[in-house]
């Protein structure tokens, strides 16, 4: 079925306020347009790309939360965290990640998501990083979407001591896991 544009505006408004995640190859795919009409739709109602909406929802969502960093510390975006339980986060590998010559992203991006969200989970004014035990299982390329998931296996409140799992994944596919030691205050 042929809509109006204004017909479509006011769908893509509403689809896209439901689920903020809905990538414009989504988009096009449900309104049967091309992406270039959904990007050129997003630009006149002034809606932004799928990483400042999820940057965005993110921000608002778990600016409160998140207790050991600011949120825009967090290399990568939260998308979802439990204090003391469990948080994922999401890294889009871009250009300024990667060596030039093959396109490989650089081991301390995909690390930093990883520690960072390591921190970030912690329920405390205070997270540091005393000790990584970590093993890259193959490289992130440009372009690729890495998702980090982070648990919490152990609290000990008699050292101070939070161990903290994060794996990694590109499409389902192992390639980061870390354990990290964190130090954090007694008083949490």
């Known amino acids: 079925m042929k809509r109006t544009?204004?017909?479509r505006q006011q769908m893509l408004t509403v689809t896209i306020h439901d689920n903020p995640f809905i990538t414009d190859e989504e988009l096009a795919e449900k309104f049967l347009v091309s992406v270039q009409t959904i990007r050129l739709d997003r630009l006149e109602l002034s809606i932004p790309e799928l990483r400042e909406r999820i940057k965005h929802v993110a921000e608002k969502k778990f600016e409160d939360e998140v207790r050991s960093l600011p949120i825009e510390e967090v290399i990568g975006e939260i998308i979802d965290i439990e204090l003391d339980h469990s948080a994922i986060s999401i890294l889009d590998v871009k250009e300024e990640h990667v060596?030039?010559?093959n396109k490989i992203a650089r081991g301390h991006h995909v690390f930093a998501q990883?520690?960072?969200l390591a921190v970030a989970v912690i329920n405390d004014?205070?997270?540091?990083t005393a000790k990584a035990n970590i093993q890259f299982k193959r490289s992130a390329r440009q372009d690729e979407r890495v998702i980090a998931k982070a648990r919490?296996?152990?609290?000990?409140d008699g050292t101070g001591r939070t161990i903290v799992e994060v794996t990694s994944f590109v499409n389902n596919e192992l390639v980061f896991k870390g354990e990290f030691e964190m130090y954090r205050s007694k008083n949490h």
């Open 99 to 101: 060596f030039k010559r």
């Open 5 to 7: 544009k204004k017909e």
């Open 125 to 128: 004014e205070l997270a540091l």
């Open 152 to 156: 919490v296996l152990k609290i000990d």
């Open 114 to 116: 990883a520690n960072s």
